[in-house]
């Protein structure tokens, strides 16, 4: 009888074990489901929201898809109150991107109610408020919380959040680090690829306290002729020699310049003559292009005119004349400037072995390559 008593205790025990196994098993499923889906809505999403504004909202395609997956998602949820809650809250950072602020509002407290202090929840709630610098006190108080260690539950998010905020107030250096602590901190690759180019942004503009008023406006993916000539007036003494430090105006800078040949007519790199038409000071500046500013004011500041010609002496003579950059004719007229401008590390190849020289100067980029002459 003992012997029978003790089999059902032993028995009703291992049965005991096995359900509590399979909730377990059932649970964390669940949560590894759950993961994977907002690993999916974080890859439709995030590249929208670095993108911003404008910009984002002409992605329309995108949105619907991204809207599409969301919405799936929220037919499919389950019981989970947290995981509901970031599913509204992703929805509400969506509805920012499609320009409608009060559904995402309301799906913020929606967000906020059914599971208070979600990342996603959060990051909406620090999004809705317009002015960068009470979003950077937002975001400082919620690190507070959160904590400063690399591995802490939304740690990257908000890093994240902060570079975004930083860039917007102009504090660059700080705003390259938040991005570096972000990327490091074991986030979704997406938020890499996506806010990659704002960090590399940033950390080229980290030392531009004290720049002149109006220069920040041309800190820009593509700069015109005017632009280049306005970053060297305000920015350095690289351009004395040519107004002998008297105000003269925009147009006749340019044409002072233009006469000189610090500007090219063409930037063409294949031509074979100059043509006679003179370029307009509203053109976009191409690497080519920088590269031929750049390499004659770099001689000029070195009073040292040979090095104009230094490199097609060097590799476009003879019967086979050569270039050491795969896409840089040997007889270009630009060849000695865009290698010029390659040894002596003011520009580089995109790829270890192409300069594309078709492709547009960034200001920051044209800024530092100037401020590095100058000193």
């Known amino acids: ?39 999916e809505i974080e890859t439709a999403v995030i590249p929208l929201e670095a993108a911003g504004g404008a910009q984002a909202r002409g ?42 602020y009060s559904d995402a509002q309301r799906l913020y407290r929606q967000s906020s109610a059914a599971s208070a202090g979600n990342v996603p929840s959060i990051i909406l709630g620090i999004r809705l408020e317009g002015d960068p610098t009470k979003r950077l006190e937002l975001i400082e108080k919620e690190l507070s919380i959160v904590g400063r260690r690399s591995n802490a539950v939304g740690f990257g998010e908000l ?44 950390w080229e503009l980290r030392n531009t306290s004290g720049m002149a008023a109006g220069t920040m406006n041309m800190m820009q993916e593509r700069i015109t002729w005017s632009d280049c ?27 002072r310049l233009l006469d000189r040949a610090f500007i090219p007519y063409t930037q063409d790199i294949n031509i074979n003559e100059w043509p006679k038409t003179k370029p307009d000071k509203s053109e976009f500046v191409t690497r080519a292009g920088a590269a031929w500013f750049i390499w004659h ?21 003879g019967a086979n004349p050569r270039s050491p950059i795969t896409d840089i004719p040997p007889l270009s007229p630009f060849f000695d400037s865009i290698l010029g401008c390659v040894e002596t590390e003011n520009l580089s190849l995109m790829d270890g072995r192409n300069f594309r020289p078709a492709q547009f100067i960034r200001g920051s980029e044209m800024l530092a390559v100037l401020k590095k002459i100058d000193n």
């Open 159 to 202: 890093q994240i959040e902060r570079g975004v905020s930083l860039t917007e107030v102009s504090r660059f250096a700080e705003a390259a680090g938040a991005f570096d602590a972000a990327f490091s901190s074991g986030i979704n690759g997406v938020y890499k690829e996506s806010y990659g180019d704002l960090r590399n942004r940033a």
């Open 59 to 100: 992605k329309q395609n995108e949105i619907a898809a991204a809207r599409q997956i969301i919405t799936k998602k929220e037919k499919e949820a389950s019981a989970d109150a947290e995981y509901s809650g970031m599913l509204l809250a992703w929805s509400g950072r969506l509805a920012i991107i499609e320009g409608k």
């Open 297 to 317: 004011l770099y001689a000029e500041s070195r009073a040292d005119k040979s090095l104009l010609s230094r490199y097609s002496a060097r590799y476009a003579t």
């Open 1 to 39: 009888m003992k012997r029978h008593f003790l089999f059902l205790l032993l028995a009703a025990a291992f049965f005991s074990s096995c359900v509590s196994m399979k909730g377990d098993v059932s649970l964390n499923s669940q949560k590894g489901q759950a993961q994977k889906n907002i690993e």
């Open 229 to 255: 000539i306005a970053i060297a007036r305000n920015e350095t003494q690289l351009l004395r020699f040519i107004s002998g430090g008297k105000d003269i105006g925009e147009a006749e800078f340019f044409n």
